[in-house]
């Protein structure tokens, strides 16, 4: 059974003290504050597989339409003309998601970050397909987020993610700062990316399904242009 206890604090964040998902949390903390993202986490099996039993059930919206579809977890095919179709109910329909976003080891992270007056402003998952005809799609490239003043994201891999699958890709440490330049492109191809020597190595989070990681996507990121779909999860917290 669920325990949700309200949260103490004037927000909308609610603590579920069920099991120990982060086993160190300062680490974690660490890794975030320093390059701007986390290692992988395994998240518990049973909210993972309770997870996907609601994403095979669950309608997925395309970017430019209306129009919802089902998608084939296990054979997934682009069910329109769009690249990316997401769900943006799964909060509300899935208590394992709940579990996962109000986790205390993920509210702790949260609060270590973004201090104790944050919110959850957005939680959903989206399927991900190769472009349409294999043309290039600038929505693929590099980019950062400007969401709020502070804003903190976790990521959760729903299938498996090799190099074709589209993996997510950040630039580490370009949380920190930007800038004048990097304030005027908000979105930088990889030539830009790579050629730069004030950029680090771009880190590529590859893991099998059920990989969660937190990210500052203030830093530059991009999901690589997929060969495979992709199904992912994000739940995003803000001051
Ligand atoms: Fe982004």
Redesign the pocket.
């Known amino acids: 059974m669920i325990r949700i206890y309200p949260f103490f604090r004037e927000n909308n964040v609610y603590i579920y003290s069920g099991e120990n998902i982060i086993h160190d949390t300062n680490k974690i903390y660490s890794e975030l504050l320093e390059s701007g993202y986390s290692s992988n986490i395994k998240i518990p099996y049973q909210i993972l597989k309770d997870i996907i039993e609601y994403s095979k059930l669950s309608k997925y919206k395309g970017q430019y339409g209306e129009k919802n579809y089902l998608i084939n977890y296990e054979n997934p095919s682009n069910p329109g003309n769009d690249i990316w179709y997401g769900n943006y109910n799964l909060l509300k329909e899935c208590d394992s998601v709940k579990k996962l976003v109000f986790n205390k080891d993920v509210l702790k992270i949260c609060e270590s970050y973004l201090g104790p007056k944050f919110k959850l402003i957005s939680c959903h998952s989206w399927w991900s397909f190769p472009p349409l005809n294999n043309k290039s799609n600038h929505q693929y490239g590099y980019?950062?987020?400007i969401d709020s003043p502070k804003f903190l994201k976790i990521f959760i891999y729903l299938t498996d993610v090799d190099l074709d699958s589209g993996p997510h890709v950040i630039v580490p440490g370009t949380h920190k700062r930007k800038s004048i330049k990097e304030k005027l492109n908000r979105r930088l191809n990889d030539m830009q990316i790579e050629s730069n020597k004030n950029y680090n190595n771009p880190i590529i989070k590859i893991g099998p399904k059920g990989s969660m990681f937190f990210e500052d996507?203030f830093a530059y990121?991009?999901?690589t242009t997929p060969v495979k779909p992709r199904l992912i999860m994000q739940a995003e917290y803000s001051i």
């Open positions: 980019h950062y987020d996507t990121h991009k999901g």
